[in-house]
Every structure is written in C-alpha cells, then in structure tokens.
C-alpha cells in the first residue's frame, strides 16, 4: 500500500502519467517475466532463482498469481501457480492455458477447478536450448513466449538453438537464434524467422506484425537492434549483419550498447493517441523505452527511441525492467528486478503506469472501486459484436468466444461480415475464426475474402491463413515436405497485389512456403 511506497523514490514518468507501486517483496522475488492473470486484477508472475543466481541449484523456478482483492490498487495475496520449473524466461496467458518457457521446455499449465493451483501440467516440446546443470548461466535458450490472434505461439529462441523430436516424429535441428512458431497443443513446430542473437521477447501488433529488440553480443560489433520479422525473414546474426547486409532484413533501428528484456506493443486506449500503437521495451538496468511505428513499402520506417519511464537515481535497489505488459485497463505493468546480477537476497518490484492526464483522484488514477451491472449472459451476436471494439483485450475475448461456438458461430461471423457488421479491426480476427475450422471449405471463403476485401491489412491475414492452411509442411506434418497444391499457388498468384507493396509481401512469402515451381516466372 501508500506506506510500503514510501520505501523507494518513485519512477521518472511523463506528465499526465502515474507510477503505482502495485507488489514487493515479500509477495514476489526474482521477477524474471509476466503476464495477465485469470480475471483482473491479477497477475502471473515467475519467481527465478536460477537465473543470474550462480551456477550452484539450490531451488526450482515458480509462477505464483498476483492478486488485488480489495480493489485498492495494490496487491494483496501471493499464490503459488506451479513450482518446480526451470529458469522461467517466458510466460503467457491464453484461454484457460498458462505456457511457460523454461529451458530446454515449453510446458503448457491449467487450473482445472479455479483454485488457482495448476493442477495439469503437460512438456509440450523438449530440446529448446540446455537443461539447467548443461547452462551454468541459464540464458540465451527458451526465452519468450507469446500467443497470436492467428492461433500460434510464438516463441523467442536464444543463440543456443534447439533439437527438438517434434510431435510428429521428425527433428527440428536449429543452431541459431529466432523464433519459431508451434500450435497450443505444440504441434507444427518450425522456423518462423533466422539470423537473431538473443531476443527475450516478442511484440505482435493489431495487425499480427512481429517485432523483436535483440542484444548486442557483449562486446563485438553487433549491437542492440529493434528488427520486424516476418515468416522466412533473415536478420544476419552472426555473419551476414557485417559481411553480406545486403542479403538481410535490415534492423528497425541500431542503438549500440544495452541489454534488451521484456518488450510489447501498447494495442489499447487509455494511453494518449501519440502512445497507441508504439513498441515498449525494458532496457535492463535503465529504463523503460519506446518506438513509434510508421509504415513504409512492406515495412517499416527506421525507429527512433524514446525514454518512457526510468528509475530515480537515488534509488538504493536500481530500476532493472525485466518485462512489460499492458493490462486488461489499458495500464502498462513492469516487473523490476530490482538488484544486482549476483544478488544476496529476494527482491523484487511490479509496478503499474497509469495515463490520468489532469485527475487528481488517487481511486481514480489507481482504478479503485466502482460499481458494475450484472449482465446478461452474451450472445453470439454480442460476441461478433465485440469485435468491433477498439480494445485489443476485449477483441481477443470475443474472438476465443466465438471460436468455442464451432461451426454454428463461423456460420454466423461470415453472415455478418457479409452484411457489413464487422468493422476492418474485428475482421482481422474473424480471418482467423474462419480459418480455425482447417477446411477446404475455410480456404473457399478466405479466397472469397481475400478478392473482395477492401482493408489492405484484413487481405494480408487471408493470405497468411491461405499459406497455413496450404503449407505442404503443416498438410503433411512433415518437415521435409515440397511442393504444395499448384492450383492454390496458381490461385494466390492472381490475387491483386498491386495495390500496396505489403500484400505483395505476403503473396511472395505463401508462394515461397508452397514452393511454387513457376514461381520465377509470375
């Protein structure tokens, strides 16, 4: 509470923002990275005591859930989620299913009867980086963990690589940095983008774009660089960057020096119009940063960073961000390690940012109490309708609702798309309840879609969902599949991409994942 904030100097924020001490410790210790909670007002947060610890292992990694159950703006109650974990590098809240990183795993976890105690836990994939007694420092393997709109996870790799059996039986063997993707159950594993050094995180935007700020390689002449990745995108690490550039997607941006943590992208309203849509990042050890994005061709304008938040300096303990969310409000959440690399004991820090432009109200900056309506129960058409919020959080409720009713709720999206009762933000999301049903039927109407739409961005996300569902590696289950259906290259190949440079992009990259032999000459 208001005492226990009396402790530390409060952050360095922008005019109009406010700093909230949301936990300490003793409710936390050793924040390496966190996510939404089950409900609000909550918040899962994983307690490394590996990591940067020693070599020596005296205790396994938890996620415990943070939670504020008087509505004071402070939390109250420290529960332990699951224990007996790896050095947790990634975290990740999605319907009901908690994914953690933690090497060489990724681990999938429920709460089955809403205690909050993980009563199922299943390793989805093996062989992401080292064990723990292989790694005496822990890093540069399975880093973050993210869960897209499109229905993948996408998961940030260090420079260790991985040798993975995946669940079809064949090996993924990659001696590299990047990310790879793979479905909830942590099947259709592969390579989604190369040539990274040790990306802790991942940001996707509204329009499922994916960014990375990846470290600098301690000392050498690659620096830190924010990249956008997109599928089979090379970002040169740790040759072609320096000897080949032009042969690479260049960086975003190329800071020098730093050492990049937690990153994401501000998709809600509360925040001022000039914060929406911007990349946040956590330089470790100094602050919290930020990037404005501005369309260019197929990508992006270089970036300029900006300071956001940063640590007084009288602080005794140091500001040292680890990972940043935005919360269901529109707040943005910080977890601060808040000690040395070698430290003597369990620190930690969260702490949430809120936009209250000229209130002075602390219940309101700190969303204290206020009275709610029951509602009735919703709706597949209020669900639809949702879609069309401007809120990212509400968007992605209504689409997992959606998703759940089957065949009957597609049935009644395409219905309403066809009347003009999804705005080009809810279509986005309608692309991929459509293309969740894996048909050809589902192909049929993405075809359909994907000549008529008007939304640039809503076209992109049928070609994308076309590529997945036509992907001769995905079809098959194997990675050593070729060609794909001809007639859906043939069919791809007419689509109208002169309109914009991006759907071109995306046409070449579905061509290019279906191994189009007449490729060269479209």
């Not at 943070?66 to 050095?87: C, M, R």
């Not at 000690?339 to 809120?354: E, F, H, L, S, W």
């Not at 058409?381 to 959606?402: D, F, K």
Request: net charge negative; with cysteine.
């Amino acid at each position: 509470g208001p005492d226990t904030e009396k402790r530390f100097p409060p952050l360095v924020v922008p005019d109009g923002f406010q700093a909230t001490l949301f936990a300490c410790d003793p409710l936390i210790e050793y924040p390496s990275v966190i996510a939404l909670g089950p409900r609000t007002k909550t918040l899962f947060v994983a307690h490394d005591y590996l990591t940067g610890l020693g070599i020596k292992i005296v205790r396994l990694d938890e996620v415990r859930i943070l939670e504020d159950t008087n509505d004071d703006g402070y939390a109250d109650k420290s529960t332990v989620f699951a224990k007996g974990l790896n050095s947790i590098q990634g975290l990740a809240y999605h319907d009901g299913m908690v994914f953690v990183m933690h090497a060489p795993l990724l681990t999938l976890l429920r709460d089955t009867n809403g205690d909050d105690v993980a009563d199922e836990r299943h390793d989805l994939i093996k062989g992401l980086g080292l064990t723990p007694e292989e790694n005496s420092n822990r890093l540069h393997c399975a880093n973050g963990v993210v869960a897209g709109y499109d229905g993948w996870l996408y998961l940030a790799l260090g420079d260790r690589g991985c040798d993975i059996t995946r669940p079809e039986g064949d090996r993924l063997l990659f001696r590299q940095g990047g990310i790879l993707r793979c479905r909830t159950d942590g099947t259709d594993l592969h390579v989604f983008s190369t040539g990274l050094r040790n990306i802790y995180d991942i940001a996707l935007d509204a329009e499922l774009n994916v960014f990375v700020r990846d470290n600098e390689n301690d000392g050498g002449d690659y620096m830190t660089r924010v990249c956008h990745c997109f599928f089979g995108s090379d970002h040169g690490y740790p040759y072609h960057y320096y000897e080949h550039p032009a042969e690479i997607m260049p960086p975003l941006t190329d800071l020098g020096r730093g050492s990049s943590a937690g990153v994401t992208t501000y998709l809600e309203t509360a925040f001022p119009k000039e914060y929406q849509n911007s990349l946040f990042a956590c330089e470790w050890g100094r602050a919290i940063v930020g990037y404005q994005r501005e369309q260019l061709g197929s990508s992006f304008a270089p970036m300029k960073e900006t300071t956001f938040v940063f640590g007084d300096p009288k602080d005794p303990y140091g500001f040292k961000p680890t990972d940043v969310v935005v919360d269901r409000d529109g707040s943005l959440l910080i977890s601060d390690w808040c000690d040395g690399q070698r430290p003597q004991r369990g620190r930690g820090r969260i702490y949430r940012i809120t936009y209250v432009g000229d209130r002075v109200s602390n219940a309101v900056a700190k969303g204290g109490k206020s009275k709610t309506r029951k509602l009735a129960t919703p709706t597949i058409e209020s669900w639809i309708a949702q879609l069309n919020s401007p809120g990212h959080h509400q968007r992605i409720e209504a689409q997992i609702a959606v998703e759940h009713a089957g065949q009957s709720g597609r049935d009644k999206l395409i219905r309403a798309i066809q009347r003009g009762q999804v705005n080009p933000t809810g279509r986005l999301h309608a692309i991929w309840i459509i293309a969740a049903a894996q048909s050809p039927e589902a192909i049929t109407t993405l075809f359909e879609l994907a000549q008529s739409e008007h939304s640039v961005p809503v076209q992109i996300q049928t070609i994308r969902a076309i590529a997945d569902l036509t992907d001769p590696i995905l079809v098959q289950g194997n990675l050593k599949a070729t060609r794909g259906n001809t007639r859906i290259c043939q069919r791809l190949g007419e689509l109208p991409v002169e309109r914009d440079p991006r759907l071109l992009r995306e046409v070449i990259i579905a061509l290019g994942r279906l191994h189009w032999i007449d490729a060269p000459h479209w």
